[in-house]
């Protein structure tokens, strides 16, 4: 280690590249519970609860003080399932059946279909080995913006006409967040961090700054390695894109669902700062979750299957403007 110190910044994400989209990607699911795998909210702020502490630590049964977030998460609506089928390549989606009673908001994000080319039931011809539905959210209803955010959810089943049972139940319809998760249940949050555009080494991976009499620029970071490599490898921290990366943040126990009618008790005086009031149901999540204010989150099913552990929750402190 010497007078160098550890390494700065963590190559366990390469290559930190600008996000394609604002609606994370998922990739896999958990499939436990019931229902839906995920749901999609938006980050209204931070503030704190004063809570009895249930974990194995030195202040177990004591009143404490921890950070949470507030989400709030207006209804979704499901507005086509999709099908799929094993080939060599992996799945295929072979069929998206949607439903006629879009929301009018979604013209917005895509092209919404007038008909249907199959009906559900035909479905039960192919040979299926899995089933989604794709939803959309809502944000019109609590004037946040008009144009929704599409994504795919996973739904859960023994086999594919177990799901496909329940996704016939929910299309067109709405969902609301505790159709979907319940108090005390651990979650994962997926989402978009905050974008910081292009940044030098010392900001990006925190390396030290050069001396003043014996370099040029202090701000440009140390070797790069040997000249007769040719290459600078990935390790070497170089000057590039900071933040609006998607990132996961996993176990996060939700401290509280709750309606509109109770909105007061977590929305400080004058409302969340660059967010507002909330208009509509909400979370109340335990610690940080990634992304800045309006941003859309997925809450996802956990994968570790933790048990739901309701908290203890004395006080929200959300009294003052943030």
Known sequence: MGDKGPRRGSIAYWHRKRSARLVPRMRSWSFAGKGLQGFLGYKAGMGQVLMIEDSDSPLKNQEVTKAVTVLETPPIFVYAITAYQ??????????????????????????????????????????????????????????????????????????????????????????????????????????????????????????????????????????????????????????????????????????????????????????FEEYGTLKSDYIVVEGSIPGPQKRVIMLRRNYGKLATKKADVRKLLFNSAQ
Request: charged fraction near 30%; glycine fraction near 10%.
């Open 86 to 271: 094993n080939t060599n390549q992996g799945l295929k989606k072979i069929a998206e059946i949607p439903t006629m009673n879009a929301p009018k908001d979604l013209r917005r994000t895509l092209t919404v279909a007038k008909k249907s080319k199959m009906k559900v039931d035909d479905l039960h011809n192919h040979k299926l080995a899995d089933v989604r539905v794709i939803v959309c959210t809502q944000p019109g209803k609590i004037g946040l913006k008009k144009t929704p955010e599409v994504a795919e959810i996973a739904v859960t089943g023994k086999d594919a006409n177990e799901k496909l049972a329940y996704a016939k139940e929910i299309l067109g319809k709405e969902l609301k967040i505790s159709d979907v998760f319940a108090d005390g249940e651990v979650l994962d949050t997926v989402a978009i961090t905050k974008g910081k555009g292009w940044q030098g080494v010392v900001k990006r991976f925190g390396v030290a700054l050069g001396p003043h009499k014996a370099t040029q620029r202090r701000r440009r970071g140390g070797s790069i390695g040997p000249e007769t490599q040719g290459k600078v490898m990935y390790t070497i921290p170089r000057a590039g894109q900071m933040g609006y990366f998607r990132r996961t943040d996993s176990n996060k126990r939700i401290l509280k669902i709750s309606d509109v009618s109770k909105a007061k008790e977590v929305t400080p005086a004058g409302g």
